[in-house]
């Protein structure tokens, strides 16, 4: 039909280019969110651009549902200004009339943000997650920057080298600095260093140096030279336990959610079923409000738009985190935030379509009780 046609060409063209704008932006950000978390050493700088793949890999059921929500109001908005939606409620359309078509449109882009919210999302935060892991426990020779005095362990630690191999196993003119528990203090330093597996535990073996003890307990100095001295970095127990680490809450699939309903993790189950619901809901919601004066402008539709996105995303945050709390149980936080909303927007697509008025209805009411009471003896 020419009808169902030409809405569905126009929203996928409204919809494509609203995506374009909303992932360019996304991607600018959490781009520019990336390099501050290389900056700050959080983030590998040589895995930047892959850290960035899977974080936008991971917010793209958001972006699509945002991008689908403004494709229907902008295309509404631009059939009722350009006196379009007259043609069609004169040709005997009406507004329930959109809601086959639109719902034909949208199915696969909400098939698609159900799919990726329960598996794309967490896949793409445990990717995210565990190249922060191994960067973060890399050995501390391999994460000093060359020519700059670093901390590690709290601060108990200080390390200075100038790195002089590609690897990163191999330094020279190296300076540790380690505090211990009781105020004790230990200086070394040597002219060459390089990092070696022995027994499966890994070491700092240092050559042609000198260390320095500062006994707080008993107020002494004692400087001792060394021809090769080694110190352990990491055991071979400690570098295992580094991808098997637990996972964080967003990082973990959906079925372990299920088979283990502890208060946080329904509270996240919440959040994607939410993430689901909400595309469903948005596109009640376009339907209802979109403004049918034809002098009103875009800015007018985009500003409601955004504004109900991100009431809508808060209130969802919010209620994960009391779900996850123990304050609302989840089937009460769902029926609370998605169930009225979904009647509300119901409600008011069913009062558009049917024209009806507060106010006549308040005047018609007292009208026919007037009535009565007149024709009553």
């Given at each position: ?5 030409s809405l569905r060409k126009e929203l996928a063209r409204s919809f494509g280019a609203t995506l374009l704008v909303l992932f360019t932006i996304v991607l600018t950000m959490l ?38 929500f403004i494709a229907i109001v902008f295309t509404l908005s631009r059939m009722y200004r350009d006196s379009e939606m007259v043609v069609w409620f004169s040709s005997g359309r ?38 922060r892991e191994r960067y973060e426990h890399r050995g501390d020779l391999e994460r000093v920057t060359p020519g700059q005095f670093q901390e590690f362990s709290g601060g108990r ?221």
């Amino acid at each position: 039909m020419l009808f169902h046609s030409s809405l569905r060409k126009e929203l996928a063209r409204s919809f494509g280019a609203t995506l374009l704008v909303l992932f360019t932006i996304v991607l600018t950000m959490l781009l520019i969110r990336t390099l501050g978390l290389a900056a700050g050493g959080r983030v590998n700088p040589q895995e930047i651009m892959l850290v960035l793949g899977y974080t936008v890999f991971g917010h793209l059921p958001t972006i699509l549902t945002l991008a689908l929500f403004i494709a229907i109001v902008f295309t509404l908005s631009r059939m009722y200004r350009d006196s379009e939606m007259v043609v069609w409620f004169s040709s005997g359309r009406s507004l329930g009339s959109f809601v086959a078509p639109v719902l034909h449109f949208a199915w696969p882009i909400l098939l698609v943000i159900t799919l990726m919210v329960f598996f794309a999302w967490p896949w793409a935060n445990q990717q995210t997650q565990q190249l922060r892991e191994r960067y973060e426990h890399r050995g501390d020779l391999e994460r000093v920057t060359p020519g700059q005095f670093q901390e590690f362990s709290g601060g108990r630690q200080v390390f200075f080298i100038e790195k002089d191999e590609v690897d990163g196993t191999e330094g020279r003119n190296l300076f540790i600095s380690t505090r211990a528990d009781d105020g004790s203090e230990t200086i070394t330093s040597a002219r060459s260093g390089r990092l070696e597996w022995i027994a499966g535990e890994q070491f700092l073996l240092l050559d042609n140096g000198q260390r320095v003890e500062i006994m707080a307990n008993q107020g002494g100095l004692r400087v001792s030279k060394f021809e090769q001295y080694g110190t352990r970095i990491r055991a071979a127990a400690d570098a295992a336990a580094v991808p098997a680490a637990a996972l964080g809450l967003r990082a973990r699939p959906s079925w372990v959610l299920l088979q283990n309903p502890k208060p946080e993790n329904l509270g996240e189950l919440g959040w994607r079923i939410g993430m689901a619901l909400t595309a469903v809901n948005f596109i009640l919601l376009a339907l209802a409000a979109t403004a049918s004066n034809p002098r009103a402008g875009r800015g007018g539709n985009l500003f409601f738009t955004l504004f109900a996105f991100i009431v809508y995303f808060n209130f969802l945050n919010l209620g994960q985190n009391w779900v996850a709390g123990g304050h609302v149980s989840l089937g009460g936080f769902m029926l609370a935030l998605h169930g009225s909303v979904f009647a509300l927007a119901l409600f008011w697509l069913l009062k558009r379509h049917h024209n009806l008025s507060l106010r006549q209805g308040l005047v018609g009411w007292r009208s026919r009780g007037a009535a009565a009471a007149s024709a009553s003896p």
